[in-house]
């Protein structure tokens, strides 16, 4: 179980920080005005119990120590909620709007129930004679900035790679383009997040983020494979 827990603990990306630094935020101000309310809570109910020889009152709470009650948490959930949304949208902009220039571009295709994923070969391009084609195993270099172009090519996916805090859908008839920079060597989880029909469970595939010179000796066996094949 420990193990389990430490493996989606991991980040492996430039901004999987920034998304945990969020959402660590959210937990700590809903956790301790939470906590707080609930001993409130507690705290009124003790003192406003019930006591012989106390006659309840009728609080209509039109007066302005009642109002008080509701109008300061009100205004405090709002202050809180604007800290949230921008350390919210900073990284969401970052993440998803601010596109770095890349080292090099992968196609990602998720269809009905797998990933295919299209490396550039030597030649580091897209598109061309020498890209290695692969089924739910993406390869890329570690501290190397990728472009992805994301498609489906039937119902909606979702591209999720937990230790890099992405998640992406893909949508039919659409080609999306992101990024991600990889931190970690290492063999990690790729999933689809969107109920896509009875094999969405049966949809895994991995990223292997390997060192510049295993990423090149993963290129030419690759190379090899395809030579023997063909003679």
Known sequence: MGSLIEKY????????????????LIALIVGFWGILAEVVLLGLIIAFREK??????????????QKAWIAYPHYLVLVFDVMIIVAAVQV???????????????????Q????????????????????????????VTVNKLYHFKLEARDVMHSFSVPVFRLKQDAIPG???????????????????????????????????????????????KHDKSLAAVTQ
Not at 52 to 63: C, D, S
Not at 98 to 104: E, K, M, N, Q, T
Not at 120 to 126: A, S, T, V
């Open 9 to 24: 603990l991991v980040s492996a990306s430039t901004y999987a920080a920034d998304i945990d630094g969020v959402i660590t």
């Open 52 to 65: 012989k020889g106390v006659k309840a009152q009728y609080i209509t709470g039109e007066e302005k120590h």
């Open 92 to 110: 969401w902009y970052s993440v998803k709007q601010d596109l770095p220039a890349a080292d090099s571009t992968v196609r990602i295709i998720g």
């Open 112 to 139: 009905q129930w797998a990933w295919s994923f299209v490396h550039p070969g030597p030649d580091g391009k897209l598109d061309t004679d020498d890209d290695i084609a692969t089924v739910d195993e993406l390869h």
């Open 174 to 220: 659409r080609v999306i383009t992101g990024w991600f920079e990889a931190t970690k060597t290492g063999t990690y989880d790729i999933q689809c997040t969107e109920m896509c029909g009875i094999g969405h469970g049966l949809m895994p595939a991995r990223i292997i983020i390997e060192t510049p010179a295993e990423h090149a000796a993963w290129m030419a």
